[in-house]
């Protein structure tokens, strides 16, 4: 069975940061690009960033290019979001979600992504 969990939302004032984790059971980590989406209320839920399988190419939305930062520790079998310089437009649910690496193809599409986690709330007040 696979899994992704999220942790480390919570609640941040403007201008703070936050980390969150994913990590992955039941899948060979390795094998698969990681990204993050997130969904504010009322809205899509967008593409925030990715990694590749082997953690060596990451691409991100303009709205967080510069503010964010993927990682992967494939022997934990975790992905990071490093979130800073807060806004409190950033508030929403982070998600992750998998995509086997042979049909990744940098995509920012929800629907080609295999596997997605629960989420974690991300607040950032102002």
């Known amino acids: 069975q696979v899994q992704l969990v999220e942790s480390g939302g919570g609640l941040v004032q403007a201008g703070g940061s936050l980390r969150l984790s994913c990590a992955a059971s039941?899948?060979?980590?390795?094998?698969?690009?990681m990204a993050w989406f997130r969904q504010a209320p009322g809205k899509e839920r967008e593409f925030a960033g990715r990694i590749n399988s082997s953690g060596g190419t990451t691409n991100y939305a303009d709205s967080v290019k510069g503010q964010f930062t993927i990682s992967r520790d494939n022997a934990k079998n975790t992905v990071y979001l490093q979130m800073n310089s807060l806004k409190p437009e950033d508030t929403a649910v982070y998600f992750c979600a998998a995509i086997y690496k042979l049909r990744d193809r940098y995509s920012t599409r929800r629907n080609d992504y295999d596997y997605w986690g629960q989420g974690t709330q991300v607040t950032v007040s102002s």
């Open positions: 039941g899948i060979t980590f390795s094998n698969y690009a």
